[in-house]
């Protein structure tokens, strides 16, 4: 509980809170937490409307919500102006041949392209298939889509799963690639992806209590 003097006005719970008092909202609570009403009158002295016991709660409607990011400036670089940078950490890692820029892990990701490449190849829409990739549970579902994308390079399979086990509903970064459920859909690369007869498994837990 903060303790005010007897003549401070609501106004200075501006310098109390930092939020506006024309956006401000000021609840009052009794011991118990229960709202007992609300300050509205920027000009009222507390000790004239306030009792000893009471809590002040005060909330900004015009505070930021720090979880929604889509209206926040960002500063945006193409994938071209980015490569030609010399003070980036992609530079870095170029230089001193870290991460992908070693020549060891090139060879190794060649590799993972083309077997991707290959199996992709053999791949249709509405094959049945199971995923298993590495450090994830197997997952049955439907070949949606196969091909080269736009969010990543290489070749990717579009999966629609049979349990609400993706990641989304088939589109991208803004672009449709196709069609399920929310939380259905997902890619996976095609060396983490079986073709074959993979019927949709039947759930028996509700079967016993």
Partial sequence: KQWYQRRVAITAGEMITGASMDTMKIELYNEQNKLVGNLQNNDAILSNVLESGLRLHVT???????????????????????????????????????????????EKL???????????????????????????????????????????????????????VGKHDGIVQGKRYFKCPDKFGAFVQPRHCEIGDFPAEVDFSDDEI
Avoid: H, L
């Fill in 60 to 106: 900004d409607k015009a505070v930021m919500n720090f979880q929604d990011v889509s209206n926040v400036e960002k500063f945006e670089i193409s994938k071209e102006e980015y490569d030609k940078r010399e003070d980036s950490v992609q530079a870095f890692k170029k230089k001193n041949k870290m991460g992908r820029f070693n020549p060891a892990v090139q």
């Fill in 110 to 164: 060649a590799a993972q392209a083309e077997e991707n490449k290959e199996k992709a190849s053999k791949m249709n829409v509405g094959d049945r298939c199971e995923t298993r990739t590495p450090n994830q549970p197997t997952r049955r579902g439907e070949v949606m889509f196969v091909g080269q994308t736009e969010f990543k390079d290489g070749y990717w399979v579009g999966i629609k799963f049979d349990d609400p």
